[in-house]
Each structure stands twice: as C-alpha cells, then as structure tokens.
C-alpha cells in the first residue's frame, strides 16, 4: 500500500523592505530539497525584488542581479560558486520560446532555479516544482504560501 503523502502548508509574511532579508533566510530553511521554485504573482508583487533577497542571502555579488525579462534567464553564482538561474517569462508567448533556451538544462541541472511568470510556460513545469503564490495585503505587506 503506498504511503498517503501530507502536504504541509507554509506561510511567510515580509511587513516591508526591512524585513525581506529574514524572510528570505526562512524560506531558504523552508524549501527543504526543493531546486524549482516558481512564484506566481501579480505585477509589482515583488517577485524580483525576493529574488534579489534570495541571492543576496546564498552569496550572490549583489549588482549581479536582475531582471532577465529581456534575456530570460540570467545565471549567478552563489556564495560557493553553485550557479543560480533566474527566469522571466513575462514575455514568453509560446512554449517553444521556453525550449529553444533550453529549460529543460537548467531544471535537470540540479542547481535552484528561480521562476517568475511560471504561469506563460504551466505546460513544461516539471511536476516536482515548488509553487510559490506572493499575495499583497491590504497593508501592502506581502505573504508568501506554499505547500511541501
């Protein structure tokens, strides 16, 4: 008989700017083995902006970090030299866009890869991503929830 997975829901909430720092150090803890993480968000959520916080907490150069809207992947260098690939696929308008760049590299690669915009590209998410939904409240804080 196969064992009944528990889903354990997380929440994480980032009050402001001041706070993003720690609450990138928990998510890291948070994340287990996870390497795929997607964030869905609406515009201006701060997707990016976690992002960078993320990076900065595993050691990544901080002006090495930015938006890949226009190139859709960057890759960083962790504090170990690790790489970390950062995807945007606000732009992408067919699944082959997603290909051509060879995304299915990067996601078997073993390395964290950071989404945003997983929605544009559902279809080729592999089924061991983490999704991550960023909620904006009403106190412009944000909160982060996943299941594991």
Known sequence: MAEAKIKMKHEITIQNLEDIDRAAQEFLSG?????????????????????????RI??????????????????????????????????????????????????????????????NIEDILPEETLKVTIRVNPDESRTLEWES
């Open 31 to 55: 994340i287990g083995d996870n390497r795929i993480i997607a964030f869905y968000a609406p515009m201006g959520a701060g997707k990016t902006t976690f992002t960078t916080a993320l990076c």
């Open 58 to 119: 595993l050691g990544v150069k901080e002006d090495a970090v930015s938006s890949p809207t226009f190139a859709i992947v960057n890759e960083y260098r962790d504090a170990s030299g690790e790489p970390v690939f950062h995807f945007d696929f606000y732009r992408i308008t067919k699944l082959s866009e997603a290909l051509d760049i060879g995304f299915y590299d990067y996601v078997d690669s073993g390395y964290l890869c950071l989404i945003e915009w997983p929605e």
